[in-house]
């Protein structure tokens, strides 16, 4: 079965309510999906999965380091999957805007990015849902072929 990870920073439930709702729509969509916390989620791991979901909060400054730093560390690992990005904010939410950018600088495949300023309602959850299922159609589409190639490179 095709599965996904949803990766996120623990803060105060926002940003991990987000990846609950994109994590049920993937699910929706027929695949498997795991839920990691940023530590949980070792660099190997990327190797598993379909495609991943990572998500951050906007905490200022110091985040967007952390989260280029983490991207240093899964290194060519980002590679093995197509991911999306997300977050929760208040003012502007640079975090989602930083790791998406570092995301295409670094070439990996970017589906999607979305930031909400609350908990997710209404249209909001269905944006979420939306988020999930087309992470879902990528894990179950044309990216068999290069989990196939990194299973073996792991073997
Ligand atoms: C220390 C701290 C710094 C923050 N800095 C920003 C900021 O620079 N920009 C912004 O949009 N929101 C900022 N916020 C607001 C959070 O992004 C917002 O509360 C978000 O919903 C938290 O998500 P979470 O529940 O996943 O932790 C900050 C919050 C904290 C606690």
Sequence with gaps: ????????????????????????????????????????????RMASFNAVAFGCPTVGDEESYSFDAYLDELGEHLHEAPVAVFGSYEDAGDAVDVWEESMVNRGVELVSAIKLDNFPQGAQVERCMALGAKLGSFAKSEELDSYEEAQMALA
Excluded: C, H, Q
């Design 1 to 44: 079965m095709n599965s996904i990870a949803i990766v996120y920073w623990n803060g105060n439930e926002k940003t991990e309510t987000i990846g609950r709702m994109i994590a049920r729509g993937a699910a929706d969509s027929g695949v498997l999906v795991t839920i990691f916390t940023a530590e949980e989620f070792k660099p190997s």
